[in-house]
C-alpha cells in the first residue's frame, strides 16, 4: 500500500507534479532514503537542494522542491511547492485528517523519547502504532514524522519539543492528539526561557492541541503542577490525569529500584491496580518515564494491563544509560554511557542512579552541561552534593569547574579542560569491579572518554 498517491501529494501542498508516482516514505537525507520514497528538500545546516539529484539517483521516486536545482533535469518527477517546510507541514496535516488512529503528543524538559519509545511499545502491543524512528521534535521533525504516519496505524505517538518560547503550541495543533504529556519541568534549555515558571507555560501549552474531548497527563511531583493542571483546563482539556510518586497521582510511582544486573524494577498503580515493570534500562528516570507512559496509555481508555509486559523490551537508545563492560587490567568494570546528553535533571537523575547501584567503586565522569545561560556555574555547582555520592568523581570543561571545586578532598578524581585530556587520567584509575557513569552535554563531547574507556590496548 502506498503512503502517498501522486494526487494526494497535490492535494495536500496544493503544488505542482506532473508525475504519476506513489511514493512508500518520507526522507529529508539521502544517507537513509530508500528507494520509492518523496525525498524532501529542506533548508536546515545544509540546502536540501543540493541533494536532490542524488537522491533522484539513489531511486527517489519524487522529490519535494521550491526550484529546480542546477543539474536536475526538467522532465524529473519533481513536487514544485512555494516553500519546501510548508508543504511538509502541510502533508503533516494531510496525514492527520486521513487518519483513524489514536494520538498522543509528549513534551517536556528530559524524558520525551524515553517516554516515546515506551509508548510505541505499550500501545504497540494494542495495535499498529507509528513513532517517529529518533528524536524528531522540532519544526521539521513533527511534520516529518507525521507525513510518515502509515494509513492502517491505530497509534500514533508524537515527540514535541522546544528551544524557544511559542514553539509547542503550533507543533502540538498539527499533531492533534487525544492525549497530551508533559513529562518534566526543570532546567533544560533553561538559558533560551529566562526561569522554570516560563518552561512551565510553554510545556503546558501542548494542551492547546488537544482535540475536545481530550485528556492532559501531568507531573504531579512538579512543583507547577497546579499551575499546568490550570494552563490544560483553560486550553480545553476534558480530563487531567497526573502521575508519579505523590499519593495525590492517579498513576503512582509506589517503588523503585536498580538492579544488580543494571535493569530498574518498579510497581506503578493504575487507579486501583499495580502493576510490576522490569525494563533492562539502569536508571530511576527510567521508571518515572514508565509512570508517564502509562497514564497516557490509561488517557486513551486502554487496557494497562494487557500493554504493560511489552515494556520487559525497553531499551533506551545510544548513549543513554545503556550498561557494558570494559576491560581494565586484572578484570573488567561497568560502564553507564550516557554520553547523549545532560540538562541539570538528568545530571540529577544519572548520580542518583550511580548512588543507588550496587558496585564496589562509583565513579562519575562528568562534561559540561550547555545551554544555561547565566543559570550555569550555579546549576553545576549544585550538583556538587549528589555527584559527591559517587566516589569518585573525574570533571571536565569550564563550567565543571564550578562543581569540581566544591567536591570533599577525598571525592576528587582529575580535572581536564577537555574531554579528550580526560579519557586517559579515567583509563589509568579504573580497577575491576568498578561501575562508571559517563555523561555530559553532547557538544561536550564525553563519547571520547567513552572511546578511551573501550578501546582495547593503552
Ligand atoms: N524523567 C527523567 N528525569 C530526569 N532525567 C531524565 C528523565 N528521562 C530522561 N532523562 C535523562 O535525559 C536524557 C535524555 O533523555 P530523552 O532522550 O528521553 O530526553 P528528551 O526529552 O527526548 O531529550 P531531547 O530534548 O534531546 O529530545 C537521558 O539520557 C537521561 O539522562
Ligand atoms: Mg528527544
Redesign the pocket.
Known sequence: MSLWTAPELRNATAGQLDSSLAVAGVSIDTRSLAPGDLFVALRDQRDGHDFVAEALRRGAAVAMVDHVPAGVPGDAPLLRVPDTLAGLAALGTAARARSRARFAAVT????????KDMLRLLLGALGPTHAAVA?Y?NHWGVPLTLARLPRDAAFAVI?I?MNNPGEIAPLARIAAPHAVAV??VAE?HIGHMGSLAAVAEEKGSIALGLVPGGVAVLPRDSAFYARLVEIAHAAGAARVIGFGRDPAAEVRLLEAAIRPEGSTSCTIAVGQTSHQVVMPAM?L?HA??ACCALAVVAALGLDVARAVPALAQYAPGAG??APREVAVPGGTALLID?S????P??MR??LQTLAERPGLRRIAVLGDMRELGTFSAELHANLAPVAALADLVFCCGPEMTALYDRLPANRRGAHAPDSAALGPLVKAALRPGDVVLVKGALGSRMALVVQALTETGS
Open positions: 517536556g524538559s528530559v524524558g520525551k523519547t524515553g517516554t528524536s521534535n515527540e519539543g513529562t518534566t533544560a536508571g528516570h518515572e518515564n543513554r544509560g550516557e547523549y546528553n545532560a540538562a535533571p538528568a537523575a544519572a
